[in-house]
């Protein structure tokens, strides 16, 4: 099982952002801008735990080196359902230096985008905090 997926699956916040590399660049479904930076990406990915409710991943496709891996997840948002997928690269020391996320349908794009913009204040004051 990929490490990432693992550490989601376990609920292991700390395991995950230890996966992410420094220079990591983070892509939002629902904002156009990407983010750099690990704190930030590690702030984002607090929060969505917080947000998304009953999620699992129900399938993995890796290419053959395992630099590049898509996860594909079922989750709610509140009453809306939604399927995703993150998209990840890992660069040569096995971190996680591109982290791409896909939403649908359009209607829990825009629960999940509600729901992240009103903790998006207390994100950016958590990133701003870590080094």
Same mark, same amino acid.
């Given at each position: 099982?990929?490490?990432?997926?693992?550490?989601? &699956? #376990?609920?292991?916040?700390?395991? %995950?952002v230890g996966l992410l590399a420094e220079d990591v660049v983070f892509t939002s479904p629902v904002v156009f801008k990407p983010y750099a930076g690990k704190p930030i990406t590690a702030a984002i990915l607090g929060a969505v735990i917080e947000v998304f409710e009953?999620?699992?991943y129900i399938r993995e496709i890796e290419n053959p080196?395992?630099? #590049?891996? %898509? =996860? %594909?997840? &079922?989750?709610?948002?509140?009453?809306?359902? =939604?399927?995703?997928? #993150?998209? =990840?690269?890992? #660069?040569?020391?096995?971190?996680?230096? &591109?982290?791409?996320?896909?939403?649908?349908?359009?209607s829990a794009a825009q629960a999940l985008q509600a729901a992240m913009a009103a903790r998006f204040e207390s994100v950016e004051k958590q990133a701003s905090g870590a080094s």
């Amino acid at each position: 099982m990929n490490p990432f997926r693992k550490a989601v &699956e #376990d609920g292991d916040h700390a395991a %995950v952002v230890g996966l992410l590399a420094e220079d990591v660049v983070f892509t939002s479904p629902v904002v156009f801008k990407p983010y750099a930076g690990k704190p930030i990406t590690a702030a984002i990915l607090g929060a969505v735990i917080e947000v998304f409710e009953d999620f699992h991943y129900i399938r993995e496709i890796e290419n053959p080196d395992g630099r #590049d891996v %898509v =996860l %594909v997840f &079922e989750a709610r948002v509140g009453d809306r359902a =939604l399927q995703g997928c #993150d998209i =990840l690269h890992f #660069d040569e020391d096995g971190h996680v230096d &591109e982290l791409t996320v896909m939403v649908r349908p359009l209607s829990a794009a825009q629960a999940l985008q509600a729901a992240m913009a009103a903790r998006f204040e207390s994100v950016e004051k958590q990133a701003s905090g870590a080094s």
